[in-house]
């Protein structure tokens, strides 16, 4: 019964490969997110979804693709790793997409590029 | 262009005293706050928030108070327990963005 479940918990891959890591949320709620947490513990905000619409894209390299099926789940696609890619990606939900609403956030992905 | 700055990295505090953890922003603009508590190897999860609109939210053991002339907000734990031991973050946003702004966290130690 987890509410925001993301696959795989940990990833190590090498350069230059392509990786995605996958998102489900049980919640019904309307927008869900990518936050990356780097090195300095820094979490900040990679794309958000809103009804399989594009929100934000917050200067993220193209290489880095969100997909969306359906509003309960929402993929990231990585694309030619490089070593700075090295972090922890949250994926997150809330009820509405104002801002106002708690995000509910999965248990991360600890992506290793080496 | 860090909004949102918690300039504490660590706190330690014995079992049963009160923990106060601070966040300070930048952006005024920013109305809504909240804090998320985090443990290893989970996500964040949230604590507690509070409208600009107010300058004290109380749940429980956990009160969070906002002074928006200072831009300042804290988090009190009275009494502290040695399971309240995690990283805390605090976290901002302005009503019609679809953004958290967070800070880079605190981690509290409880003491037993």
């Known amino acids: 019964d987890t509410a925001v479940s993301q696959t795989p918990k940990y990833l190590v891959t090498q350069m230059g490969n392509d990786k995605s890591i996958k998102c489900e949320q049980n919640?019904?709620?309307?927008?869900m997110y990518w936050y990356k947490q780097d090195s300095k513990k820094f979490l900040k905000i990679m794309f958000s979804y809103n009804n399989k619409e594009l929100i934000i894209n917050e200067t993220v390299p193209n290489r880095f693709s969100p997909k969306s099926p359906d509003k309960a789940h929402l993929n990231l696609h990585i694309n030619s790793l490089e070593l700075g890619d090295s972090a922890v990606y949250f994926c997150?939900?809330?009820?509405?997409?104002?801002?106002?609403?708690?995000?509910?956030f999965g248990n991360g992905t600890r992506l290793t590029v080496t | 262009d860090q909004q949102v700055k918690q300039n504490s990295p660590s706190l330690s505090v014995q079992e049963g005293r009160i923990s106060i953890l601070n966040c300070d922003y930048t952006n005024s603009m920013f109305d809504y706050f909240l804090w998320y508590k985090k443990y290893p190897a989970e996500g964040p999860t949230f604590l507690i928030s509070i409208s600009s609109i107010k300058d004290k939210n109380e749940d429980g053991r956990f009160t969070v108070f906002l002074n928006k002339s200072a831009k300042h907000l804290s988090l009190h734990i009275v009494p502290s327990q040695p399971g309240d031991s995690a990283v805390y973050f605090c976290?901002?946003?302005?009503?019609?963005?679809?953004?958290?702004?967070f800070g880079t966290g605190t981690r509290l130690t409880v003491i037993p």
């Open positions: 976290a901002a946003s302005e009503t019609g963005a679809n953004n958290l702004f």
């Open positions: 997150a939900s809330s009820q509405t997409g104002t801002g106002v609403s708690p995000l509910h």
């Open positions: 919640l019904g709620h309307d927008t």
